[in-house]
């Protein structure tokens, strides 16, 4: 990494960045098909550069049958037809790059979709792409198990649930033999203990480098390595569980390969998503040190303080806890590594809606949550919407929603009388589905927000004839140009960026303060 020493600091252009999500398909369509594409963000350049921030990061926008919206790819070096072509990408790296502004890509290498080519091919035993994805038997030996909709005699290879809800395994006749998956059934894991897969991985990684991007947010980088009761036993020993599936035995070698195969030459930004609850800060700082492997990280522990164990249940939190978790993080990465601070994404509720208050002082909390997330030390993220203050959407009934994430388990739920009905779970629904950060842009009060003259592929929240980015942009003191000036700030004042963080007042309920300071 080409990292700058100046006293202290350790200078990094990604450290002194802003960065903006899209997610595409919700961000601005341009062709009345009711699905947001790459044309469509092309037209909305300068709406990034005049908001002023220095990274983009792209949501999937690869060729995908969108089981999971494009996290679930079939083709890593072609763009989804939805969204346009290869060359529309390009003007839109080219667009960018003319405006000083970055573009990371998302990769999605856990995983692909069942529809890839190295899957399908996967599914012939003899082919040199079976040892691709996780194939394993199943148990013969569990009494009276009947289940998993696997042969009558066979249970699953071991007892992991996929993140979607149902077993993590599923049955292929064909084969004869179960896949891993931990998302989707359509998104198989991939075998990273097999060295050809991580040559493929590396090269499409160059092959994106090379077309000029800055470097990559990495979709649930830390399940890469699976346990060794998976990865060396077929059928796998039944002792753990999924929960215990992250952080695997050979993760930091196969992170270090990956650096060095691939990062370092192009001093890429490598933004890694964890899963997981609690990280060990040992374990965390291996992977974002400063020489590598990765530049930072996403942590979901402020965002599960919120969620029960199934999608329609809550649990409280207060200001303690929220400061709890991100102080840990806070001091832990002080010294070694760096943050990402971040409050909403496309899996995440509406932050004004979840940490503050939508209704009278929606303002008055959506920029108290942008001083937050600007305020604290490391790298702020702003995810689309964020900076008019959009809420979560009213959804009345399950046909509305579009999520997997939501619709599976839910639907299962309503089948085997776990809940009552959608009704008795609908509160609770409007508050977690990632469904809410995914309504689309509200760019002004016209129809459909003027996001698509067409019909749009979710609904498109009501609130947009007062919620949207025109009327934020004409009133001077609105969210936008709070944010607007947040950034300014951030670019006029190192100590925004690399002062120290320490906190006062560490139990109030209702007030959390903290200072930071440029110096040793
Ligand atoms: O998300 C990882 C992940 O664990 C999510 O399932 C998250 O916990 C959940 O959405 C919170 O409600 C990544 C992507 O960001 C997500 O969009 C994908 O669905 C997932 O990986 C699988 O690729
Ligand atoms: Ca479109």
């Known amino acids: 990494m080409?990292?700058?020493?100046d006293g202290f600091i350790r200078r990094e252009w990604w450290k002194e960045s802003v960065i903006y999500q899209i997610y595409p398909r919700s961000f601005n369509d341009s062709n009345g098909d009711g699905v947001g594409d790459i044309p469509g963000i092309i037209e909305k350049l300068d709406y990034l550069e005049e908001l002023g921030v220095d990274i983009i990061w792209l949501n999937p926008v690869y060729e995908s049958p969108?089981?999971?919206?494009?996290?679930?790819?079939?083709?890593?070096?072609?763009?989804?037809?939805?969204?346009?072509?290869?060359?529309?990408?390009?003007?839109?790296?080219?667009?960018l790059h003319d405006r000083g502004i970055k573009l990371i890509m998302d990769l999605v290498v856990n995983h692909t979709s069942d529809e890839h080519e190295w899957f399908?091919?996967?599914?012939?035993?003899?082919s040199e792409y079976h040892d691709y994805y996780v194939w394993k038997h199943g148990r013969t030996d569990v009494d009276g198990f009947t289940g998993h909709l696997g042969p009558e005699d066979e249970a699953p290879p071991n007892e992991w649930g996929s993140f979607f809800g149902g077993p993590a395994w599923a049955y292929d006749e064909e084969v004869g033999k179960w896949y891993l998956h931990m998302f989707d059934e359509k998104q198989p894991d991939l075998n990273w203990e097999n060295p050809e897969v991580r040559d493929e991985v590396f090269e499409m990684m160059e092959w994106w480098l090379n077309k000029g991007i800055d470097g990559f947010r990495m979709d649930v980088i830390n399940l890469l390595s699976k346990p060794d009761s998976v990865t060396k036993h077929d059928p796998p020993l039944n002792d753990t569980n999924m929960w215990e599936a992250f952080d695997g035995p050979?993760?930091?070698?196969?992170?270090?390969?990956?650096?060095?195969?691939?990062?370092?030459?192009?001093?890429?930004?490598?933004?890694?998503?964890?899963?997981?609850?609690?990280?060990?800060?040992?374990?965390?700082?291996?992977?974002?040190?400063?020489?590598?492997?990765?530049?930072?990280?996403?942590?979901?522990?402020?965002?599960?303080?919120?969620?029960?164990?199934?999608?329609?249940?809550?649990?409280?939190?207060?200001?303690?806890?929220?400061?709890?978790?991100?102080?840990?993080?806070?001091?832990?990465?002080?010294?070694?590594?760096?943050?990402?601070?971040?409050?909403?994404?496309h899996d995440q509720p509406r932050l004004v809606s979840r940490f503050g208050n939508d209704g009278q002082y929606r303002e008055e909390s959506a920029k108290l949550l942008a001083t937050l997330i600007f305020t604290l030390r490391g790298t702020p993220y702003i995810y689309q919407g964020a900076e008019i203050g959009m809420t979560k959407y009213p959804f009345d009934s399950l046909e509305e929603f579009r999520d997997v994430e939501t619709i599976n388990p839910v639907q299962n739920a309503l089948d085997n009388g776990t809940i009552e009905s959608f009704d008795s779970v609908k509160g609770a629904l409007r508050q977690n589905s990632r469904d809410n950060a995914r309504t689309p842009m509200q760019w002004s009060a016209d129809d459909n927000a003027g996001f698509t003259t067409g019909e749009p592929w979710i609904g498109v929240n009501p609130n947009h004839d007062e919620?949207?980015?025109?009327?934020?942009?004409?009133?001077?003191d609105s969210?936008?140009?709070?944010?607007?000036?947040?950034?300014?700030?951030?670019?006029?004042?190192?100590?925004?960026?690399?002062?120290?963080?320490?906190?006062?007042?560490?139990?109030?309920?209702e007030v959390w303060a903290y200072t930071r300071t440029l110096g040793d």
């Open 467 to 476: 919620i949207n980015v025109e009327t934020a942009r004409a009133d001077p």
């Open 2 to 5: 080409t990292e700058q020493r």
């Open 120 to 126: 399908v091919n996967s599914r012939d035993v003899d």
């Open 250 to 345: 050979r993760m930091q070698e196969f992170l270090e390969a990956m650096y060095d195969r691939v990062l370092d030459g192009h001093d890429a930004f490598a933004l890694g998503e964890m899963i997981g609850q609690g990280m060990a800060m040992d374990t965390a700082r291996d992977y974002v040190e400063a020489e590598g492997p990765l530049s930072t990280l996403f942590h979901f522990d402020h965002v599960l303080l919120d969620h029960g164990g199934e999608i329609w249940e809550r649990d409280d939190w207060g200001l303690n806890e929220l400061r709890d978790v991100l102080n840990r993080w806070q001091y832990g990465l002080a010294e070694k590594g760096w943050n990402s601070i971040y409050l909403s994404n």
């Open 66 to 95: 969108n089981a999971d919206n494009g996290y679930d790819i079939a083709d890593y070096r072609s763009i989804m037809d939805e969204f346009g072509t290869m060359e529309d990408w390009e003007a839109l790296l080219d667009g």
């Open 479 to 509: 969210i936008w140009h709070y944010y607007r000036e947040l950034i300014d700030l951030r670019k006029q004042h190192d100590v925004m960026v690399y002062g120290h963080y320490d906190v006062l007042l560490n139990d109030h309920e």
